[in-house]
């Protein structure tokens, strides 16, 4: 007696469900204390940043109050507002580093 062919074929085509994470901004806030350079400096260090590319972004935060450094997962974003924001304190400026999600 032949075996019953029990080779069963999936009808069903597996659906791919990869959420792809939402990124949040870290933003420059400018401020009237913290010398240019030293802003140039925490850029380079937390994000690292070319010298230009740092030296943009600090005038662009200078000129317009705001520069969007860059953007990351929530958690690198926070962690890495944060650890900017520290560098600054830790030298007693009021440099600001905040995170908002991308839209
Ligand atoms: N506005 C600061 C100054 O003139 C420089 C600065 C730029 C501070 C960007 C914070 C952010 N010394």
Request: aromatic content about 6%; glycine content about 4%; proline content about 7%.
């Amino acid at each position: 007696m032949p075996e019953p062919d029990t080779t069963t074929i999936s009808r069903v085509k597996p659906e791919l469900k990869v959420e792809r994470p939402k990124l949040h901004k870290v933003l420059l806030v400018n401020d009237d204390f913290t010398p240019r350079a030293f802003v140039v400096t925490v850029l380079r260090a937390e994000f690292r940043m070319g010298d230009g590319q740092a030296q943009r972004v600090m005038m662009t935060a200078h000129q317009r109050g705001v520069c969007v450094v860059a953007v990351f997962t929530r958690e690198v974003a926070e962690e890495k507002a944060t650890a900017a924001t520290e560098m600054g304190r830790k030298q007693g400026y009021p440099l600001l580093f905040t995170t908002e999600p991308e839209e």
